[in-house]
């Protein structure tokens, strides 16, 4: 009786491990996926939300002077620049398990453009918007970054006219 419940026991061990180690192989196979998709959905998520961002800066440029919009900016993983000085916006996304695109090309949707890279361990995506007016942020042409966060931006643009030979657009970011 003693040497059966050693064998039950040892069974019981031996097939907990068996066990154990097919769901380490599964994992190891499906982890790396499962990060590529999710990955995938984040980039995904920020050109959608960029795009409207340079859907409301449009409109505002395309109804004239005083003309103002409001949009919530959701940023879950990333890094948001205003570069006012070349009159441009960069949404930069590090740490991506793949590129989202062919590295080294860029690729343009719409008024954007995207650009992956490929680091050592990680890849990085860049998204471009370039306007031909005079973008500021806070009424100043210095540079702004926001960063992720778990509430949205609340982002204002105003049309604030014609000054020179171009649009003036104020950006602004009010908490």
């Given at each position: ?50 795009s ?7 409109e ?49 949707r ?23 007016s ?42």
């Amino acid at each position: 009786m003693l040497v059966k419940k050693g064998q039950v026991w040892l069974e019981t061990v031996l097939y907990t491990l068996i066990g154990l180690v097919l769901i380490g192989m599964v994992l190891a196979f499906v982890m790396p996926k499962i990060n590529e998709v999710r990955d995938r959905a984040l980039v995904e998520q920020a050109i959608s939300t960029f795009s409207l961002l340079d859907e409301k800066i449009n409109e505002v440029l395309q109804k004239g002077a005083g003309n103002t919009r409001k949009i919530d900016f959701i940023m879950k993983k990333g890094e948001l620049y205003f570069n006012m000085s070349n009159d441009e916006i960069v949404f930069v996304i590090k740490e991506l398990s793949k590129p989202y695109s062919e590295p080294g090309i860029e690729i343009e949707r719409g008024n954007m453009k995207i650009l992956s890279l490929q680091k050592a361990k990680t890849n990085e995506v860049y998204l471009k918007l370039k306007y031909d007016s005079n973008l500021t942020y806070s009424g100043s042409d210095n540079l702004k970054k926001l960063t992720s966060a778990s509430t949205p931006y609340k982002i204002f643009i105003e049309n604030k006219g014609v000054v020179g030979e171009r649009e003036w657009i104020n950006i602004e970011e009010v908490s």
